[in-house]
């Protein structure tokens, strides 16, 4: 128990050192280019204090909890006799893996809902747009991009198929996407594929990667472990796009299923007002 504090207590001292360049930027700029005294000082440096704190306890928690338990996952879901069921002669194939797969969607879908940056960036969106962009809506459609880009970086690596040939193909569907989505919308499904990858998805996403990679047979770490992360950025750009495309055919096939003899109640006054002219 008390290597854990040591470690802490290290994590921390390496957090400040990553921390004070910014801090120096910020504090440099305000006081020799703005010229200006810093507002609510005491405020802002106990708030510095936190973001060391936190940070300090969060890479810890990481090393000691989530990278060990998603290693452990990958072993536990890739092993031979789980998997065939005692027998290990056998040569496995892809389509044996079907619960590393389920385990991939649903972690991916998981812990990009728990993601805070998401969360921040969705209340955003839903403040400039006015409610025209929901905040569950825009969440739960990245969540499903990140499910399926991790699902699919998960047979990637159990095929050991080359990761190129999902990236490419990947961009240039968005690109395709891009030309026909809603010009509101294209901007922050770019920005959604970028938040995802933050503190809540990485080290999971990292983890099962890299345990994936020391399990599956013919597999090397280095070269298949990693990768995953790239999955989950681009794909929540593509279901963005989507979600807003399906909304704006929505919208436009209520607009044209309106009956041609619907009038407007302005239309039904100046008719009632003006019978001969109805008539014609």
């Known amino acids: 128990m008390t290597h854990i504090f040591v470690d802490l207590f290290y994590v921390i001292l390496d957090t400040v050192w990553d921390v004070l360049p910014i801090a120096s930027i910020i504090f440099g700029f305000q006081f020799l280019i703005l010229r200006k005294p810093v507002p609510n000082l005491k405020r802002i440096l106990t708030g510095f204090l936190l973001v060391l704190l936190g940070l300090g306890f969060f890479l810890e928690g990481l090393q000691a909890a989530l990278f060990p338990l998603g290693k452990l996952m990958a072993h536990q879901l890739t092993d031979r006799e789980f998997i065939a069921g005692g027998d290990t002669d056998r ?16 972690i991916g879908f998981a812990t990009t809902i728990a993601e805070p940056s998401l969360l921040a960036v969705a209340i955003k969106a839903n403040e400039v747009s006015a409610g025209a962009i929901g905040t569950w809506g825009l969440r739960i459609a990245v ?12 047979f ?60 599956v047979p013919g597999r090397n770490p280095l070269l298949d472990g990693f990768g995953l992360i790239a999955f989950a950025s ?20 209520k607009r044209k299923s309106k009956t041609p003899g619907e009038s407007s109640p302005v239309k039904s006054t100046q008719a009632k007002s003006n019978p001969t002219k109805s008539i014609k």
């Open 91 to 106: 040569v496995l194939q892809w389509w044996e893996y079907y619960w590393v797969y389920l385990f991939a969607f649903a």
């Open 143 to 154: 969540a499903i991009g990140v499910a399926i880009g991790i699902g699919l970086g998960v």
């Open 234 to 253: 681009l794909f929540p750009i593509m279901s963005v796009l989507g979600y807003a495309q399906i909304s704006a055919w929505q919208n436009r096939h």
């Open 156 to 215: 990637r690596i159990v095929t050991g198929t080359p990761l190129y040939w999902y990236i490419i193909s990947g961009y240039v569907f968005v690109l395709i996407q891009t030309m026909f989505a809603p010009r509101m919308i294209i901007a922050l499904a770019y920005d959604s594929g970028g938040v995802t990858t933050s503190t809540v998805t990485v080290p999971l996403v990292a983890a099962l990667g890299l345990g994936l990679a020391s399990t």
